[in-house]
């Protein structure tokens, strides 16, 4: 049973292009998380998706926006980007009981880096 | 102050040793993760716990809901147990997949 892949595993892109990052979650998983762990620090949390929809946002400006697709899978698109963009992008799957429960099976992908030049 | 604080920031063990690393939250939680991270690498889930103690091989970890406190323990501590541990929890009670993380705990086992 795979866990939650991501591709691509490395990226570098050039200030001011655009990035898409796609992860597939855990088999039996409804929701994907996207978290940005710049060098050095604690994973920041992006975005939430359920049901093909934004569920909960952080505190990330417009640039960053992303997208569920009827499997599951979800993309994360980042446009304009800066060089502070540079960092691991990590997805997290799991499955969404009730939202004042803890979700089930919170598993992790091995992310994707970022570089921005 | 830090909503999580994870203690201690770095720790060195010899293998065999028994390794205990800690973690205070102040913020009303229905469960608490504990996260391996090894260097460049994705982060693995370890435990999800919301009471009491769970214990996986050579790891333990335990809350104590009221104190706000979490604690992780390997026992025979291995140097493959090298790696940066994380506490996290989710930032309300609403926002299950809105983790917060704690700084990390980076575990150094010297054969």
């Known amino acids: 049973d795979a866990g939650v892949t991501q591709s691509p595993t490395h990226l570098i892109k050039t200030r001011g292009q655009q990035v898409t990052l796609r992860c597939s979650p855990k088999s039996g998983h409804d929701t994907v998380s996207w978290y940005q762990q710049a060098l050095g620090q604690g994973p920041q949390f992006i975005f939430q998706y359920y049901e093909e929809e934004e569920r909960q946002r952080g505190n990330f400006p417009d640039r960053f926006s992303g997208h569920q697709f009827p499997n599951y899978s979800s993309e994360l698109n980042v446009n304009a980007l800066l060089l502070g963009d540079s960092a691991l992008y990590l997805c997290?799957?799991?499955?969404?009981?009730?939202?004042?429960?803890?979700?089930?099976?919170?598993?992790f992908g091995s992310g994707t880096r970022l570089t921005v030049v | 102050k830090n909503e999580v604080e994870q203690s201690p920031q770095n720790l060195t063990a010899q293998e065999g040793e028994f390794i205990t690393i800690n973690c205070s939250y102040s913020?009303?939680?229905?469960?608490l993760h504990w996260l391996q991270q090894h260097p460049g690498g994705g982060i693995v889930s370890l435990f999800m716990l919301s009471s009491g103690k769970k214990k996986h091989g050579r790891l333990i970890a335990t809350i104590n809901i009221q104190e706000k406190h979490s604690s992780l323990h390997i026992t025979a501590s291995h140097p493959r147990d090298s790696a940066v541990y994380i506490c996290?929890?989710?930032?309300?009670?609403?926002?299950?997949?809105?983790?917060?993380f704690g700084k990390g705990t980076k575990l150094s086992v010297k054969p």
């Open positions: 997290a799957s799991s499955f969404l009981v009730d939202p004042g429960l803890p979700m089930l099976g919170y598993t």
């Open positions: 996290a929890l989710p930032r309300s009670v609403g926002s299950q997949g809105n983790l917060i």
């Open positions: 913020v009303g939680i229905s469960a």
